[in-house]
T-cell receptor, first 115, second 116 residues
Framework: AQSVTQLGSHVSVSEGALVLLRCNYS??????LFWYVQYPNQGLQLLLK??????LVKGINGFEAEFKKSETSFHLTKPSAHMSDAAEYFC?????????????FGKGTLLTVNP | GAGVSQTPSNKVTEKGKYVELRCDPI?????LYWYRQSLGQGPEFLIY????????DSGLPNDRFFAVRPEGSVSTLKIQRTERGDSAVYLC??????????????FGPGTRLTVL
């Protein structure tokens, strides 16, 4: 079975600082990879996804993530944090092919941004 | 356009009672999913519908949980004889038909179920 590990349940950064949220997956075959953001009392929103060849994926709100097969990682970064980035972030994976609908999520990382 | 909606937003019930949670997907989305998010955890897959039929119910924890989608649109998640461990946020998502090409799942805001 696939699994996702998000290192750090809580990350705190200053406004304007680099954001780095870590995600590692376990899968014998490179899966599809996703980052979702969840604001309080709102549904999960897709930030970005890796489903094909390009290993550096750009998403919404200035976020990007790089798929590194050798490290089985898909870390999320943003060069300069904004107060509005404060939220919970989830990394997720799914199989390629017929069962690609079944998302397996990490436990999440709560990002706080200090003024 | 309207996103995925879920009702109620909050549900408090007593142990042993029956509850129904409703999901209205995005119009035209044939695939519908239910996930459960317990406190401090990421969402966990429960069930996937393609049209009216449950294509994969492998995530349902036991036979107290059941879901239907009789007309291929609205879905209801039903929980019988609720237990305190069922307390969680139940998330619904929908997408265009699921197949070998990945289609983005759009999530609703969830229903927070509390079993006293």
């Amino acid at each position: 079975a696939q699994s996702v590990t998000q290192l750090g349940s809580h990350v705190s950064v200053s406004e304007g600082a680099l954001v780095l949220l870590r995600c590692n997956y376990s899968s014998s075959v490179p899966p599809y990879l996703f980052w979702y953001v969840q604001y309080p009392n709102q549904g999960l929103q897709l930030l970005l996804k890796y489903t094909s060849a390009a290993t550096l994926v750009k998403g919404i709100n200035g976020f990007e993530a790089e798929f590194k097969k050798s490290e089985t990682s898909f870390h999320l970064t943003k060069p300069s944090a904004h107060m509005s980035d404060a939220a919970e972030y989830f990394c997720a994976v799914s199989d390629r092919g017929g069962s690609n609908y079944k998302l397996t999520f990490g436990k999440g990382t709560l990002l706080t941004v200090n003024p | 356009g309207a996103g995925v909606s879920q009702t109620p937003s909050n549900k408090v019930t007593e142990k042993g009672k029956y509850v129904e949670l409703r999901c209205d997907p995005i119009s035209g989305h044939t695939a519908l999913y239910w996930y459960r998010q317990s406190l401090g955890q990421g969402p966990e897959f429960l069930i996937y519908f393609q049209g009216t039929g449950a294509a994969d119910d492998s995530g349902l924890p036991n036979d107290r949980f059941f879901a239907v989608r009789p007309e291929g649109s609205v879905s209801t998640l039903k929980i019988q004889r609720t237990e305190r461990g069922d307390s969680a946020v139940y998330l619904c998502a929908s997408s265009l038909t699921s197949g070998t090409t990945y289609n983005e799942q759009f999530f609703g805001p969830g229903t927070r179920l509390t079993v006293l």
